[in-house]
T-cell receptor, first 112, second 116 residues
C-alpha cells in the first residue's frame, strides 16, 4: 500500500468502555492488515491481524473489521483496562512486495 | 523462540560522528527490515533484505546511510556522518514469509539514537 491514514491520533476512554481506531488505505492490492501495540519505550508488538479474505476477526477483547469496498479497517477494544494504554499502529501490506506501510499511530489512554 | 535482538539500546553521539547499529533476526527469518521511527510517528522503512540481498532501499539516504547483511543473518546499519535530524529510534524487524499468505513483522526493541 502507498498510504495509510489513521484516526484518531489520541483517544481517551473510561475504564470499561470501548475504543475504536480506524485506518484507511489507498492500494486496492493490499491484502494483509496487522495491528501493533507499542508501550512507551518498547517494541511494537502484533496484537491482531486480518487478511483480505476475511471480514472480521476476534481475539478475546480485541477485534478487527475490514471493509474492502471502502478500503478501511478498524480495531475494536472492548472492556478497556488501564494496561490497554499505549500507542496503536495499523499497517497494510501487499503480498509479493513485502512492503508494510504504517499509520501514524493512535495514543490510547484508558482512565481508571 | 528468541526474539529479534538489537544493540545498542541507546546511543548518544555528536553530529558528524559515525554510528552503527546491529540486529540479529529470529532464526530462520529470511526477510529483515530496518525502520526509523520518529517521535510520535509510525515506523518508516529504510531498507529490506531478502537473505543477503537488499531488495528495497529506495528510502535509504544513501549519501550517509549504509547497511549490510553479509551472510544473510545479522545486519548492521551505519550512519556516517550523523546529523541532528537523524535522532530517532531505529527498529529492526524480521519475518518469515509463508506459503500463499503474509507473515507478520517481529520487531526488536530498537536503538534510540540521540545526535547532539
Amino acid at each position: 500500500g502507498e498510504n495509510v491514514e489513521q484516526h484518531p491520533s489520541t483517544l481517551s476512554v473510561q475504564e470499561g468502555d470501548s475504543a475504536v481506531i480506524k485506518c484507511t488505505y489507498s492500494d486496492s492490492a493490499s491484502n494483509y492488515f496487522p495491528w501493533y501495540k507499542q508501550e512507551l519505550g518498547k517494541r511494537p508488538q502484533l496484537i491482531i491481524d486480518i487478511r483480505s479474505n476475511v471480514g472480521e476477526k476476534k481475539d478475546q477483547r480485541i477485534a478487527v473489521t475490514l471493509n474492502k469496498t471502502a478500503k478501511h479497517f478498524s480495531l475494536h477494544i472492548t472492556e478497556t483496562q488501564p494496561e490497554d494504554s499505549a500507542v496503536y499502529f495499523c499497517a497494510d501490506h501487499t503480498s509479493g512486495t513485502y512492503k508494510y506501510i504504517f499509520g501514524t499511530g493512535t495514543r490510547l489512554k484508558v482512565l481508571a | 523462540e528468541a526474539g529479534v535482538v538489537q544493540s545498542p539500546r541507546y546511543k548518544i553521539i555528536e553530529k558528524k560522528q559515525p554510528v552503527a547499529f546491529w540486529c540479529n533476526p529470529i532464526s530462520g527469518h529470511n526477510t529483515l527490515y530496518w525502520y526509523r521511527q520518529n517521535l510520535g510517528q509510525g515506523p518508516e522503512l529504510l531498507i529490506r533484505y531478502e537473505n543477503e540481498e537488499a531488495v528495497d532501499d529506495s528510502q535509504l539516504p544513501k549519501d550517509r546511510f549504509s547497511a549490510e547483511r553479509l551472510k544473510g543473518v545479522d545486519s548492521t546499519l551505519k550512519i556516517q556522518p550523523a546529523e541532528l535530524g537523524d535522532s530517532a529510534v531505529y527498529l529492526c524487524a524480521s519475518s518469515q514469509p509463508g506459503q500463499g499468505y503474509n507473515s507478520p513483522l517481529h520487531f526488536g526493541n530498537g536503538t534510540r539514537l540521540t545526535v547532539t
